[in-house]
């Protein structure tokens, strides 16, 4: 039987046997060993842990209980008679004071303990609460998003649409897909936080998979593919590397004004492939890389984007690691271009 499938009497019983015996066992261990070693310090243990188990009136029994042990542990009463109660009752009355202290610290941090459990799983409720909500959500937008894009699909092709009313239906199928691809990111992100998404780790070629990223951009011939001396493999859930990549991909084109160029490299270092992804763009302040990767991060400056939610780079950040590997972002400062990079375990056959 477990110790918390004991009832609460029994259970009670217990510990205030536990504690007398531990008492106990001090007092013989401090009466036989003597003075010299100072054993009289270990009734704090029993002092302490009554305060945590049971509460300060209970510790404050401890405590006097492993006063009373003290004083016949040390022969204070043969003191006492043979030279006076003075030094004795000083020393039994100070040690009291000493324990009684130490039970209402114990006893101030099993409040505060409770107290941040207590905060602790209410916030834990709210966030549970929270999460559902966003799923909820995430899960509807989705949906209409989907319907957009198969219904702005449907009428770019018809004939009956003047130019300017099919460029118009061609960006609300954009932006249709825009909606789908940040309620993907959503749910992926809460279960890569929760740990529930399951990766499909297969061999992906890296060059591959830069080629692909880069031409699927929005902007396919500003961006430069330069690959690795030999084939690049690494063990990953192609879907979901890909994603990440694409992030990289998209703030390098949004942060950098046409017709600057954006660079993919694909290396090799010390057992790890990576993707490195450069452009010429804003840049940013290397004193605030640490804000890049933070959920909801932005970054401070007049020239920063304000449309964006702050979770492309931390959702690239959740999927990297998850694959076991690291992200890292480099920037002289502002104007003078960014380099985000991401690193995996090598895989030795592509």
């Known amino acids: 039987m477990r110790w918390g499938d004991?009832?609460?009497?029994?259970?009670?019983?217990?510990?205030?046997?536990?504690?007398?015996?531990?008492?106990?066992?001090?007092?013989?261990?401090?009466?036989?060993?003597?003075?010299?070693?100072?054993?009289?310090?270990?009734?704090?243990?029993?002092?302490?842990?009554?305060?945590?188990?049971?509460?300060?009136?209970?510790?404050?029994?401890?405590?006097?209980?492993?006063?009373?042990?003290?004083?016949?542990?040390?022969?204070?009463?043969?003191?006492?008679?043979?030279?006076?109660?003075?030094?004795?009752?000083w020393n039994t009355i100070t040690r009291f004071v000493l324990y009684s202290v130490v039970v209402l610290l114990t006893a101030q941090l099993r409040r505060q303990d409770r107290e941040l459990r207590s905060?602790?799983?209410?916030?834990l409720r709210e966030a549970e609460l929270r999460e559902g909500s966003i799923a909820l959500f995430v899960h509807e937008l989705r949906h209409s998003a989907a319907s957009m894009a198969?219904?702005?699909?449907?009428?770019?092709?018809?004939?009956?649409?003047?130019?300017?009313?099919?460029?118009?239906?061609?960006?609300?199928?954009?932006?249709?897909?825009?909606?789908?691809?940040?309620?993907?990111?959503?749910?992926?992100?809460?279960?890569?936080?929760?740990?529930?998404?399951?990766?499909?780790?297969?061999?992906?070629?890296?060059?591959?998979?830069?080629?692909?990223?880069?031409?699927?951009?929005?902007?396919?011939?500003?961006?430069?593919?330069?690959?690795?001396?030999r084939p690049v493999a690494v063990r990953a859930d192609p879907d979901h590397l890909r994603r990440a990549l694409d992030n990289y991909i998209r703030n390098a084109l949004a942060y950098s004004a046409p017709p600057a160029r954006v660079t993919v490299d694909v290396v090799e270092r010390e057992g790890a492939a990576g993707l490195v992804v450069s452009d010429a763009g804003i840049g940013f302040d290397p004193r605030e890389t640490s804000k890049l990767f933070r959920k909801y991060g932005r970054l401070s400056g007049p020239s920063e984007r304000r449309d964006g939610a702050g979770l492309g780079l931390y959702l690239t950040r959740l999927i990297v690691e998850a694959h076991g590997g690291t992200v890292d972002a480099r920037s002289e400062g502002r104007g003078t271009g960014a380099r985000f990079a991401l690193y995996l375990p090598l895989a030795r056959e592509v």
């Open 119 to 123: 905060r602790r799983d209410e916030l």
């Open 150 to 229: 198969l219904a702005s699909a449907s009428l770019e092709s018809s004939p009956r649409l003047a130019d300017d009313e099919r460029s118009f239906v061609g960006r609300l199928r954009q932006q249709a897909g825009d909606l789908e691809r940040v309620a993907s990111g959503l749910l992926t992100i809460g279960r890569l936080e929760s740990g529930s998404l399951a990766l499909d780790l297969v061999p992906v070629d890296l060059d591959r998979l830069a080629c692909d990223a880069a031409a699927a951009s929005n902007a396919p011939d500003r961006i430069e593919v330069r690959h690795a001396a």
């Open 6 to 89: 004991l009832p609460a009497r029994p259970r009670r019983v217990l510990i205030v046997a536990l504690h007398l015996v531990a008492v106990a066992v001090v007092g013989v261990a401090d009466y036989v060993s003597g003075p010299q070693y100072e054993l009289r310090t270990f009734y704090l243990i029993p002092v302490m842990s009554a305060t945590w188990l049971g509460g300060r009136a209970f510790g404050l029994g401890v405590a006097a209980l492993a006063t009373v042990s003290l004083f016949f542990a040390n022969d204070y009463l043969g003191r006492a008679l043979a030279y006076g109660i003075d030094v004795p009752l």
